[in-house]
């Protein structure tokens, strides 16, 4: 049974503060995602990591960085959070190959940037 | 620039009936979909998903159409129940690309 965890389900923080969200898989999956969620617009992806030490930009990439230094492990990172980033944010994990593979997604994290 | 669109944010329907919903996309590589169920404080969960190389694909209540000349994809629920209640994202990729693109999601509420 896949399982992706998330550091916190909940967090608040004021604008200017740096955020670290953490996010573990235990499938041993290559590839590693970040999303948010928000209303009316779906999930939109932001980073994506398909190796360790690798990294891709997604569709919203602006005010955010990623780490991948463990195979198991994808931090999100807001170097210095704005209000506009409060969202729901889902870490995702799939394996890698030919054929498309499924994407297992962790709880959530619903951050609120005061 | 949304790729994969799911243009109804809500749809309500009775106990027992038929859900239907639908997905539109625009990336012509796209070759392969998904749906995602979503409950409220969880993350996605994948429902059922199907490949372009066939137009149909059946999982129990569940089932997803595909019309690639369209680019048009649904998903029927057959009989609904209360449980199924939740948000349901359309998403999409195409071969060889670890990444997928979700639709804006569609709230299903089946009212007992």
């Known amino acids: 049974d896949v399982k992706v965890t998330q550091s916190s389900r909940y967090l608040v923080k004021r604008t200017g503060e740096k955020v670290f969200l953490e996010c573990v898989q235990d499938m041993d999956h290559e590839n590693m995602f970040w999303y948010r969620q928000d209303p009316g617009l779906g999930l939109r992806l932001i980073y994506f990591s398909y190796d360790v030490k690798m990294k891709e930009k997604g569709d919203i990439p602006e005010g955010y960085s990623v780490s991948r230094e463990k195979k198991e492990r994808f931090s999100l990172i807001l170097e210095s959070a704005s209000t506009n980033q409060t969202s729901m944010y889902l870490c995702a994990s799939s394996f890698s190959g030919l054929n498309q593979e499924t994407q297992y997604f962790g709880p959530g994290t619903r951050l609120l940037v005061l | 620039d949304q790729q994969v669109k799911q243009n109804s944010p809500s749809l309500s329907v009775q106990e027992g009936r038929i859900s239907i919903l639908n997905c539109d996309y625009t990336?012509?590589?796209?070759?392969?979909f998904l749906w995602y169920k979503k409950y409220p404080a969880e993350g996605p969960t994948f429902l059922i998903s199907?490949?372009?190389?066939?137009d149909k694909n059946e999982d129990g209540r569940f089932t997803v159409f595909l019309n690639k000349s369209a680019k048009h994809l649904s998903l029927h629920i057959v009989p609904s129940q209360p449980g199924d209640s939740a948000v349901y994202f359309c998403?999409?990729?195409?071969?060889?690309?670890?990444?997928?693109?979700f639709g804006a999601g569609t709230r299903l509420t089946v009212k007992p």
């Open positions: 998403a999409a990729s195409a071969r060889n690309n670890n990444d997928m693109r």
């Open positions: 199907i490949s372009s190389i066939k």
């Open positions: 990336n012509s590589m796209f070759d392969y």
